[in-house]
């Protein structure tokens, strides 16, 4: 398995709701990462867990929680977003939390707040 | 500061011809490492090529290649016999020693391909 797989692949949330974002890796990857991406805009760090340590952007607000239940699932919890969150959020691994050999990237989730 | 600057927001290129994109980035690090990633429409992020700081050797990945010159922090990516599937969006990205593997992306060059 060389994939990142992200669940849902798009999702539609009210400012009042609650939902979360899936990330799974089954490569043995030492860290994961969230990334956030507007449109025709590079994607921008949000979140690393490295060697179970949570790093975080300080510029995110804190309607983004992660989580990460063990080594291979990295989950973003959202709460009281606003539509300026909408975006392409990105997951990726990478076998040493330094990226040493690369990064490998989900296919995203489309998120939309109405 | 740490950045990555890419200066062409939009190439076009010939379907079998060859193009090269453009890369300059700036680290005070002695080990780094650099990398292409292709996004299509499909929007998931496809490495292309990446490059140690510490080899002198250029990368190459079939019809892929890069000039590393490290002396002017240059970094550009050769496509050669340009096809169809090329198409998408292209950034250049850098990882700098001691960052968390903190990825640090250009803006992005959007290559078209004409058949």
């Known amino acids: 398995d060389t994939e990142v797989t992200q669940t849902p692949k798009h999702l539609v949330m009210g400012m009042t709701n609650k939902k979360s974002l899936k990330c799974e890796q089954h490569m043995g990857h030492r860290a994961m990462y969230w990334y956030k991406q507007k449109a025709k805009k590079p994607p921008e760090l949000m979140f690393v867990y490295s060697y179970e340590k949570l790093s975080i952007n300080e510029s995110v607000p804190s309607r983004f929680s992660p989580e990460c239940p063990n080594s291979s699932l990295l989950n973003l919890h959202l709460h009281a977003l606003q539509p300026e969150d909408s975006a392409l959020y990105l997951c990726?691994?990478?076998?040493?939390?330094?990226?040493?050999?690369?990064?490998?990237f989900g296919s995203g989730t489309r998120l939309t707040v109405v | 500061a740490q950045t990555v600057t890419q200066s062409q927001p939009e190439m076009s290129v010939q379907e079998a011809e060859t193009v090269t994109l453009s890369c300059t980035y700036d680290t005070s690090e002695s080990d780094y490492y650099l990398f292409w990633y292709k996004q299509p429409p499909s929007r998931q992020m496809i490495l292309v090529i990446r490059q140690e700081a510490y080899k002198q050797q250029n990368a190459t990945e079939n019809r892929f290649s890069v000039n590393f010159q490290k002396a002017a922090k240059s970094f550009s990516l050769k496509i050669s016999d340009s096809q169809l599937g090329d198409a998408a969006m292209y950034f250049c990205?850098?990882?700098?020693?001691?960052?968390?593997?903190?990825?640090?992306f250009g803006k992005g060059t959007k290559l078209s391909v004409k058949p």
């Open positions: 990726a691994s990478s076998l040493l939390g330094t990226g040493n050999y690369g990064y490998t």
């Open positions: 990205a850098a990882n700098y020693g001691g960052s968390q593997g903190n990825l640090i």
